[in-house]
């Protein structure tokens, strides 16, 4: 009989990392019977349905339409929805990826009602509790059963809290998967010259962990980012947080060709904006992955990250929570794009078949040797 998996996706990373696993789920309908769950964390257009469709994801089968709301109220609407979706469901397993409060509310109703999980981008940690995603990591990775992780410390920090060793398997970067699978689409696209910008000489930037935008410092980024426009033109798609801060704070957002402000773009577009700047600036997680992949110079305002990997053998360069360091982007990006890089083992667009062989019950992979080592 065929397994039972149930994914649940709820923002826009949740979307990218799961769509090589349905395709691979899907390419193997004798062994598996896969049902999507969307929570609604994310839901306007351009942070949820530009994403299904252009990732040819599938219409999920169940919408909670959860919404926003404080931590607790999005997870507590997220675990009384899905409760009903994992009893009537009955799954054999659930799958859940990263570390947004749905991953957390949805492994909580996965473990209370004795249904095994697997955790994708599992044992990534920032050792820094005051992030609500460190916190999701830490409880979703205590409560799964079986640990996907794409970098070697993911193995050390499951073990140091307790993990099995054979409830770890090394499988890789399966939004490296996803950006490996579209960059003929991305090429395709020819983003930079759409908007009239030459290649490598913008920088990209996004924003919008809370503790850069919830308060005063997202002020100081948009002065500083204002200056670096005065000598390199920078493109910045506005998260819905942000735009929400700089509103209430009452900046002037006001775009200019060289600062220019956007709705949040689309996979393809974003992508390709990316791959063709000289540098970004950012405080998310998947971009320090992406451009690590990409060999593009990334700037990441923020004291510490879950993915260190991305500093050692990438093109990450962690500038501190301080806005004002954003003044040296310019000057550093050549240094850092003529440094020795490489593309951290297994980001190779296999891991969702690594994934899914697991889930058939290959044996546990640890080491992050390539295949057939
Ligand atoms: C969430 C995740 C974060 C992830 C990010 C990717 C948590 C704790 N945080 O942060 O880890 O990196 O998604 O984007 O789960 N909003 C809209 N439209 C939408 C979605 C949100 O306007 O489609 C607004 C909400 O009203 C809210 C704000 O954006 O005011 C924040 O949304 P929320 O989902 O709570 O967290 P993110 O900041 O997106």
């Known amino acids: 009989m065929a397994q039972r998996v149930l994914i649940v996706v709820g923002t826009r990373p949740n979307f990218v990392k799961v769509a090589p696993v349905l395709a691979e789920l899907a390419r193997r309908p004798e062994s598996f019977d896969c049902t999507l769950v969307h929570t609604g964390q994310h839901y306007d257009d351009e942070m949820s349905r530009v994403f299904f469709e252009e990732l040819n994801i599938g219409p999920p ?3 909670l339409r959860v ?23 009955r799954p054999d397993v659930v799958l859940v990826p990263g570390d947004v409060n749905s991953t957390l509310a949805a492994a909580l109703v996965a473990a209370k009602l004795g249904v095994p999980i697997g955790h994708i981008e599992a044992g990534l940690r920032s050792f820094d ?13 205590s409560l799964a059963d079986t640990l996907f992780v794409h970098s070697p410390e993911a193995i050390d920090n499951l073990t140091r809290e307790g993990a099995p060793l054979e409830s770890i398997h ?3 970067n399966t939004m490296v998967d996803t950006l490996i699978a579209m960059q003929p689409r991305i090429e395709r696209a020819a983003v930079p010259e759409a908007h009239g910008l030459r290649t490598r000489e913008y920088v990209v930037v996004t924003l919008h962990r809370p503790a850069l935008v919830d308060g005063p410092l997202l002020a100081d980024a948009v002065e500083a980012l204002r200056a670096v426009a005065r000598e390199i033109p920078v493109v910045f798609p506005v998260h819905p947080r942000t735009r929400g801060t700089l509103e209430a704070l009452g900046l002037d957002s006001s775009p200019s060709a060289a600062f220019r402000l956007m709705e949040p773009l689309g996979y393809i577009e974003f992508l390709g904006l990316l791959a063709g700047a000289a540098g970004a600036i950012t405080d998310s997680g998947g971009i320090q992955e992406e451009t690590t992949f990409l060999g593009v110079p990334c700037f990441t305002l923020r004291d510490n990250t879950e993915r260190p990997i991305t500093v050692e053998l990438g093109t990450n360069v962690l500038l501190g929570l301080s806005p004002e360091r954003i003044l040296e982007v310019p000057a550093l990006i050549d240094a850092v794009r003529k440094r020795a890089r490489q593309v951290p083992p297994l980001w190779d667009g296999q891991a969702a078949r690594r994934v899914v062989d697991v889930l058939a019950g290959d044996s546990p992979r640890l080491g992050f040797e390539p295949d057939g080592v």
């Open 67 to 89: 919404g926003s709301g404080s931590h607790s109220v999005q997870t507590a609407r997220v675990m009384e929805s899905i409760e009903p979706v994992i009893e009537g469901e």
């Open 129 to 141: 509790r005051s992030m609500p995603e460190e916190i999701n990591r830490i409880v979703t990775d």
């Open 61 to 63: 089968k169940h919408r």
């Open 170 to 172: 090394a499988v890789g």
